[in-house]
C-alpha cells in the first residue's frame, strides 16, 4: 500500500502541477504543494513499514512497530510546512493578483486528481484499520484532507471564473492552508500518543476487564491492569491473584484460558500476567465471582 501511494502521489502530483502551471492560481498551487507533502510522506511511510516489521531482536525485544508513529509525526509536520507555503504563495498572488489563464483546464485537471485522491484515500483508511497501522491510516487522513482541499480550490477557482474576482483565489488558498495546518496539528497529536504509551481507548479497555473477570474463575481478583499502544500491538499486563494452596499448573491453566479469550477476541495483544497468592489481594481492580 506505501509502494502504491508514492505512484498515485506522483501522479497526483504531476496533475495538480499542471493544473496551476496553465493557470498560475495561488488556490491551486496550495493544492499542488500540498501533493507534494503527499508524496514526501509515502516514502516516509514505506520506509517505516519495511522497518516496523522487522522482527524483534537483542537491540529491540518489543518489536520495532512504534517505527509508524515515528513516521506519522514526520508526515504532521511536512503538512504543517506545507500550509506555511500555501500561506506564502497566497500572500505574495494578494499582493501581485493576476488573472487566472485556462482556468477550465487547470479546474479539469485537478478534479481528476481529487477522484484519484478520493479512491486511494478511502482504500489506505480501509487497510489502515484492518492492520491497525498508524501509518497507513495517517496517510489516509492526509489524503483525505487533501481532497477536501481540492475540493474548496476548485470551488474558488470557479468563483474567482463566475465573478471576476481576483482576490478570492488567494483567499481560498489560505482556507485550504488552515484547514492543511489544522490536519497536521491533528496527525501530530495522535502519533505523539503512540509514542508516550498512550492507552487504548476506554471502550477497549473496559472490554479487556469483562473478558478477564469472566474467564479468571479459579482466581480471587485482577489488579494493577495496565495497557499501552505500540503501533499495530497492544501490551497488557495485570496481576492475577489466587488461592495460595493452589497448584502452579492450574493457575497456569487460569491464565491461559484468559490470554485464549483475550486474543479471539483482540488482535496484536501481548499479554504478560502476573500470578500472586491471596495475600497480595488488593480488593480493587477485577474481582473475580
Excluded at 492492520?131 to 474548496?152: E, Y
Excluded at 484460558?257 to 495475600?279: Q, S
Amino acid at each position: 500500500m506505501a509502494a502504491g501511494s508514492i505512484a498515485v502521489g506522483c501522479v497526483v502530483l504531476a496533475l495538480k502541477t499542471a493544473a496551476w502551471w496553465v493557470t498560475g492560481s495561488a488556490g491551486l498551487f496550495s493544492d499542488a504543494a500540498e501533493s507534494t507533502v503527499n508524496v514526501l510522506a509515502a516514502v516516509v511511510a514505506l520506509l517505516a513499514l519495511r522497518f516496523a516489521a522487522q522482527p524483534a531482536d537483542a537491540n529491540h525485544p518489543y518489536g520495532h512497530d512504534k517505527a509508524e508513529f515515528f513516521a506519522a509525526v514526520i508526515e504532521g509536520s511536512l503538512i504543517v510546512l506545507a500550509a506555511v507555503l500555501i500561506v506564502e504563495e497566497a500572500w505574495q498572488s494578494y499582493q501581485h493578483p493576476l488573472p487566472l489563464e485556462q482556468p477550465g483546464l487547470g479546474l479539469a485537471l485537478n478534479a481528476g486528481s481529487s477522484v484519484i485522491n478520493l479512491v486511494w484515500a478511502v482504500l489506505l483508511g480501509r487497510r489502515g484499520r484492518e492492520l491497525r497501522s498508524p501509518t497507513l491510516m495517517a496517510d489516509g487522513k492526509h489524503l483525505m484532507a487533501d481532497v477536501v482541499t481540492s475540493a474548496a480550490v476548485l470551488i474558488g477557482v470557479g468563483l474567482v471564473m463566475q465573478t471576476g474576482i481576483v482576490w478570492l483565489d488567494p483567499a481560498v488558498a489560505v482556507l485550504a492552508a488552515v484547514y492543511v495546518l489544522v490536519s497536521g496539528i491533528l496527525v501530530i497529536k495522535g502519533s505523539v500518543g503512540g509514542l508516550m504509551d498512550a492507552a487504548p481507548s476506554g471502550d477497549i479497555v473496559g472490554r479487556i476487564r469483562e473478558i478477564v473477570g469472566v474467564q479468571a474463575q479459579g482466581a480471587i481478583e485482577a489488579h494493577d491492569l495496565r495497557t499501552r499502544h505500540a503501533g499495530r500491538l497492544t501490551f497488557l499486563e495485570f496481576h492475577l491473584v489466587v488461592p495460595g494452596a493452589m497448584a502452579v499448573q492450574d493457575a497456569h491453566d487460569i491464565c491461559d484460558r484468559i490470554e485464549a479469550a483475550l486474543k479471539a477476541e483482540m488482535e496484536g495483544l501481548m499479554i504478560t500476567i502476573h500470578v500472586e497468592p491471596e495475600g497480595k489481594a488488593k480488593q480493587h481492580g477485577i474481582l473475580v465471582l
